[in-house]
C-alpha cells in the first residue's frame, strides 16, 4: 500500500540547474528525492506544480510524492525536522500532509502566482537581496509598467513570450499581471495564471522592463499577442530575479479530479 503526500517547498534556486532530475548536475528534485528514498525507501511519481529553470527560486513550490503507507504512518509526524537534517540549506520543506491519490500537484492546480523583482538604485542591488533580485541600469517608472502590464491580462496566445515545444498550445489565462514598487525601493511583477508555458513569465517581464524605463510605448507589448511565433525583440529577463511564491487547488477529491482533466485537454481560443 502506498500512501500520496503534498510537500510544499521553498529552494534558493542560485546553485540549482533548475527543478528536474539531470544527469551529472545538481536540481531540487535530486535533492529532494536522494533524501526521499533515503527515509521511506522506494518511492514513486515525484511530480512538480512547475518545473522552474536554472536560478529561479520558489518559496511556495508543491509537489507530491508516492511512499509506502506503513514508513508514512511510523515517520510522518517527524518528517519536516528529519528532512530539515538531511536536506542542504538551499532547500527546505515547509509542510508535508497526506492527500488523496486525485490530488495532482501539476494537473490539479488552478493557479500559478510569480513574483519578479528589479531594483533601479543607481549602486545595484542590495548586497543580501542580490540572489533574488535584478539590478536594472536605467529609473523605471511604475505607472508605465502597469500600464503595459494592462493588456497582457486575459486569455490569449502567448506565443511571442514562449518558447515553443512541439505540439503544445501557447494558449493561457493571465489572471493578474501589475507591478508594485515596495518600502524599500525595489520593484515587484506579480504574475498569476492557470498556467504557463517555457519562459514565459521572465519574456513577459523582459518585455515590459523596456517600457518602465522610455525606450519601448507601453502598448508595446500588447501588441505582441497578434504574433503566432516568438518575437525575436523580447529578452528573456535573467532567472535570480523570479520567484514561485503560490500554487492554489481545489478543496476536494472530486474538484481535483475535475480540474486535472481539464487541464489535460488541448487548449484553443
Request: glycine fraction near 8%; charged fraction near 30%.
Amino acid at each position: 500500500m502506498s500512501q500520496r503526500i503534498r510537500l510544499d517547498v521553498s529552494y534558493d534556486g542560485t546553485d540549482f540547474s533548475g527543478w528536474a532530475v539531470q544527469p551529472s548536475r545538481r536540481t531540487v528534485a535530486g535533492e529532494l528525492l536522494a533524501v526521499l528514498e533515503r527515509l521511506f525507501g522506494a518511492v514513486e511519481g515525484l511530480t512538480v506544480a512547475g518545473r522552474t529553470d536554472a536560478g529561479v527560486h520558489a518559496t511556495g513550490q508543491v509537489c507530491h510524492v508516492d511512499v509506502p503507507q506503513e514508513r508514512w504512518e511510523a515517520i510522518g509526524a517527524a518528517l519536516i525536522r528529519k528532512l530539515a537534517g538531511l536536506l542542504p540549506p538551499d532547500v527546505r520543506v515547509l509542510a508535508a500532509r497526506a492527500v488523496p491519490f486525485e490530488f495532482d500537484a501539476r494537473f490539479s492546480a488552478l493557479a500559478r502566482r510569480y513574483e519578479y523583482r528589479v531594483t533601479d538604485a543607481p549602486y545595484g542591488a542590495d548586497p543580501l537581496r542580490r540572489r533574488d533580485t535584478l539590478a536594472w541600469p536605467r529609473p523605471l517608472d511604475l505607472d508605465r509598467l502597469n500600464a503595459a502590464a494592462e493588456a497582457l491580462v486575459g486569455e490569449h496566445d502567448f506565443a511571442a513570450f514562449c518558447r515553443r515545444k512541439e505540439h503544445a498550445s501557447t494558449i493561457r489565462a493571465v489572471r493578474r499581471m501589475d507591478w508594485r514598487r515596495d518600502p524599500d525601493g525595489r520593484l515587484v511583477a506579480t504574475v498569476e495564471a492557470d498556467a504557463f508555458c517555457w519562459s514565459m513569465v521572465r519574456s513577459l517581464v523582459g518585455a515590459q522592463l523596456p517600457v518602465g524605463d522610455g525606450r519601448r510605448d507601453p502598448g508595446w507589448p500588447g501588441t505582441l499577442l497578434t504574433r503566432s511565433a516568438r518575437a525575436d525583440e523580447v529578452v528573456v529577463a535573467p532567472a535570480h530575479g523570479l520567484t514561485l511564491v503560490e500554487v492554489t487547488y481545489p478543496p476536494t477529491p472530486a474538484l481535483l479530479r475535475e480540474r486535472a482533466e481539464l487541464t489535460r485537454r488541448r487548449r484553443d481560443l
